[in-house]
C-alpha cells in the first residue's frame, strides 16, 4: 500500500533522513518509533505529500506522491501531531468544513454521523472547539482524518499530552481502526506502540535502524548471545579465563553476588554460540559455573541500543550532520 524508496531529506547541512526505505502492506498497522528529532514527522509529512523530499519516492496504493498528489490525499487521513483545529468554529460546522474542503461524496449526516460515534464525539458536536479538553480535541483531529473513509491513517503522535484514561480510550480507537485501515503510526513512547501494532519500524537520527515485529526485533538482538554467568572464583583470573576464550568479544564484571561468587556479561562475537567453551574454560581452572543465562530483551532495550550512540556508531555509516534535538 505504501512503499517508501531510498528517501532523504535535508534541512540545509542537516540532513534530517538519510536514505530511508520500506513498504507497508495493506491493512497493516505500523509503528514508527524514535526519539525526538529522528525524523517521524518529516517521513510522515513527505508521504502526505505536505513536504517535498530532496531525493528518493513514496507511492501510495501504486500512486506517486510527486505525480499525483491528489490522488494520494485522496488516500489518507492525516492526523499531524497538532490536529489543524479551527478553536472559533463548532464541532459540527468545522466537521461540515472539512467535508467540503476534502470534497467528501458520501452522504453528509449519515457519514458526519458514524464518525462522531465511533471517535466519540457525538456528545459535544454542537460545542466550539476551543472550549473541549485536550482528549476532545485531539478525537476531533482524528474524525477529520476519518473524513471520506480514507484507507490509509497517518497518525503523528496521536495521544501526546493526553491523559493516561484517554491514551487508553485512543489506542482502543486505532487498535478498532486497524482492522479496516493501514495504519502508520509515529510515537517516541514505546508502550504505546507495542500495544497497537504488529511491526515496527524504528528510526533513529534519519536512519532506519530496525523493521520486524516486536517479537522478532526482540530475538534478534537477544540472539547475539550475551550471556550472564555467575562464577566462583577470583575475580580478576575468571574474568582472565572467560576473556580467553575463542570468539568471546566481552566481558563484563557486575560485581559480587554471593560471597567469593561474581557476576559477568560475555558478549561474542558474530552470534556465535560460546557456551560450551566458557563451561570448559572455567572448569579446567577449577572456576564452577553457578548459573548461565541467555540475556534475553525486552523491547525496550532494544529500543535503547538501537538509538543509543554507541549502537549506531557501530552499525551505521556516518554521514550525517546531526540536527538540533527538539523537544
Ligand atoms: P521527529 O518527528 O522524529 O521528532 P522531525 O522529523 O521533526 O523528527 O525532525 C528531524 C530532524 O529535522 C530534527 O533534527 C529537526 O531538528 C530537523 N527539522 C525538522 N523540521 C525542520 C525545519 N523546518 N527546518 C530545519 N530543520 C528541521
Keep these: ?54 531525493s528518493g519516492s513514496v507511492t501510495v496504493g501504486g500512486y506517486n506522491t510527486l505525480d499525483n498528489p491528489n490522488e494520494v490525499k485522496k488516500l489518507i487521513g492525516y492526523m499531524p501531531e497538532i490536529p489543524p483545529l479551527y478553536p472559533d468554529m463548532t464541532v459540527k460546522e468545522y466537521l461540515n468544513f472539512m467535508y467540503d474542503l476534502k470534497k467528501v461524496t458520501l452522504p453528509r449526516e449519515k457519514h458526519l454521523k458514524e464518525i462522531c460515534a465511533l471517535v466519540k464525539i457525538t456528545d459535544v458536536y454542537p460545542r466550539l472547539i476551543n472550549n473541549l479538553s485536550k482528549g476532545y480535541k485531539q478525537r476531533v483531529g482524528f474524525a477529520q482524518a476519518l473524513l471520506g473513509n480514507p484507507p490509509v491513517l497517518i497518525l503523528d503522535e496521536p495521544t501526546v499530552g493526553l491523559d493516561p484514561k484517554q491514551i487508553i480510550e485512543i489506542r482502543n480507537l486505532i487498535h478498532n481502526l486497524g482492522k479496516k485501515h493501514t495504519i502508520i503510526l509515529s510515537s517516541h513512547i514505546l508502550p504505546e506502540i507495542q500495544a497497537v501494532c504488529e511491526r515496527i519500524i524504528i528510526v533513529n537520527k534519519g536512519n532506519l535502524v530496525a523493521d520486524g515485529t516486536p517479537d522478532s526485533l526482540s530475538q534478534n538482538l537477544s540472539a547475539d548471545h550475551k550471556l550472564i554467568l555467575r562464577v566462583e572464583g577470583n575475580e580478576t583470573e575468571v574474568k582472565n579465563a572467560l576473556k580467553a576464550v575463542k570468539f568471546v568479544e566481552t566481558v563484563q564484571s557486575c560485581g559480587e553476588k554471593e560471597p567469593g561468587v561474581f557476576e559477568y556479561e560475555v558478549e561474542a562475537r558474530d552470534g556465535r554460540d560460546v557456551r560450551r567453551e566458557l563451561f570448559r574454560a572455567a572448569a579446567s581452572k577449577n572456576f564452577p559455573i553457578l548459573s548461565m543465562t541467555n540475556a534475553g530483551l525486552s523491547l525496550e532495550d532494544v529500543f535503547l541500543r538501537l538509538t543509543s550512540a554507541a549502537y549506531l556508531q557501530d552499525t551505521v555509516s556516518e554521514t550525517i550532520t546531526e540536527g538540533e534535538e527538539e523537544e
Design 1 to 54: 500500500m505504501i512503499e517508501v524508496k531510498n528517501l532523504s531529506k535535508r534541512y540545509g547541512p542537516n540532513v534530517a533522513l538519510n536514505n530511508i526505505s520500506f513498504s507497508v502492506e495493506e491493512g497493516t498497522v505500523v509503528g514508527f518509533l524514535g526519539p525526538n528529532g529522528a525524523g517521524k514527522s518529516t517521513t510522515m509529512n513527505i508521504i502526505t505529500g505536505y513536504l517535498s523530499a530532496s
